[in-house]
């Protein structure tokens, strides 16, 4: 099976643009979350989607936000980008429904957003 | 809201020694998952150990245990005959298992552990 993808690896924008990354989850996987990943900070949550819907959402400004297609495939966009939100952002796919709660994530590669 | 706290920001083990990288939650939920994941210079997240808060037995694959204090709210990670491979960023995670939480993860700061050849 293939793993979970994330397109593209590497970004470098403006402050003030707009960025959207892409990530495709693992084969029959329905849930998709995302996550900000900075030095210190750890991993902070973002949102997440199952089956087109946005289930939960983190403490993010709405500059940040996502959508799921009926394929399960996800993108996340972010507007009016500030030099704050250089990082890198990883998706993660799962089962999702509620009986599988004990299945984990499994992570994509992640994009490096930099912002000048 | 959950918080994972992993108090090492690094850590570091010879070869073949044993390492036990800690990690606590806070939490009034009795039942739960908890994670270990390790992240590589490759970037990538990969899955070492779970364990249900429900089971008393601490969950073991190969060289990684974990000794699951549920009273403690505690968990910790022991890697065994540590290799050059287990170096990376370790990441200690929570999720609930109530079903109208979603699928959120709760992740600590992070463990960098050195190994030494």
């Known amino acids: 099976k293939a793993g979970v993808t994330q397109t593209p690896r590497y970004l470098i924008k403006t402050r003030g643009q707009q960025v959207t990354l892409s990530c495709s989850p693992i084969s029959g996987h329905r849930s998709v979350s995302w996550y900000q990943q900075t030095p210190g900070q750890g991993l902070q949550f973002l949102f997440e989607y199952f089956s087109e819907t946005q289930r939960n959402k983190g403490n993010f400004p709405g500059r940040f936000s996502g959508r799921q297609f009926s394929n399960s495939r996800s993108e996340m966009n972010v507007s009016t980008l500030e030099l704050g939100d250089s990082a890198l952002y990883l998706c993660?796919?799962?089962?999702?429904?509620?009986?599988?709660?004990?299945?984990?994530?499994?992570f994509g590669n992640g994009t490096r957003l930099t912002v000048t | 809201a959950q918080t994972v706290t992993q108090s090492q920001p690094e850590m570091s083990v010879q070869e073949a020694e044993t390492v036990t990288l800690s990690c606590t939650y806070d939490t009034s939920e009795s039942d739960y998952y908890l994670f270990w994941y390790k992240q590589p210079p490759s970037r990538q997240m990969i899955l070492v150990i779970r364990?249900?808060?429900?089971?008393?037995q601490n969950a073991t694959e190969n060289r990684f245990s974990v000794n699951f204090q549920k009273a403690a709210k505690s968990f910790s990670l022991k890697i065994s005959d540590s290799q050059l491979g287990d170096a990376a960023m370790y990441f200690c995670a929570y999720r609930s298992a109530h079903v109208n939480t979603g699928n959120q993860f709760y992740f600590g700061t992070g463990t960098s552990l050195t190994v030494i050849p």
């Open positions: 364990q249900e808060a429900y089971k008393q």
């Open positions: 993660a796919s799962s089962l999702g429904a509620s009986n599988s709660y004990n299945s984990p994530l499994h």
